[in-house]
Nanobody, 123 residues
Framework: QVQLVESGGGLPQAGGSLRLSCKRSGHIISSYAMGWFRQPPGKGREFVATITGSGTEIYADSVKGRFTISTDNAENMVYLQMNSLKREDTAVYYC?????????????????WGQGTQVIVSS
């Protein structure tokens, strides 16, 4: 099994920055594609970013240029650096893993999910 545990959520101000972390453990290998999704209040879960086994990054248009996904395979960590935060970035953020080299942008592309971490951006 694969376990994913997110951390780093908080109450940043608009225009500020925050870095989310995801610790992965269990039967997981470094070539797994990883993703971040988010669920705003009252809405469905949506794609934010993915990084493939080769390190290729793909972003949702709403976060492109502001967010950066990265991995530290030695530490089994995945990060989401969020800059220039907006109120509409308020959501529960989820880390996800899929046992394939290629990334995915849909919920169904991922087999494993963390429990989520809350981000509330204040004005």
């Amino acid at each position: 099994q694969v376990q994913l545990v997110e951390s780093g959520g908080g109450l940043p101000q608009a225009g500020g920055s925050l870095r989310l972390s995801c610790k992965r453990s269990g039967h997981i290998i470094s070539s797994y594609a990883m993703g971040w999704f988010r669920q705003p209040p009252g809405k469905g879960r949506e794609f934010v970013a993915t990084i493939t086994g080769s390190g290729t990054e793909i972003y949702a248009d709403s976060v492109k240029g502001r967010f950066t996904i990265s991995t530290d395979n030695a530490e089994n960590m995945v990060y989401l650096q969020m800059n220039s935060l907006k109120r509409e970035d308020t959501a529960v953020y989820y880390c996800a893993a899929r046992p394939f080299y290629t990334g995915g942008t849909h919920l169904g592309d991922y087999n494993y999910w963390g429990q989520g971490t809350q981000v509330i951006v204040s004005s």
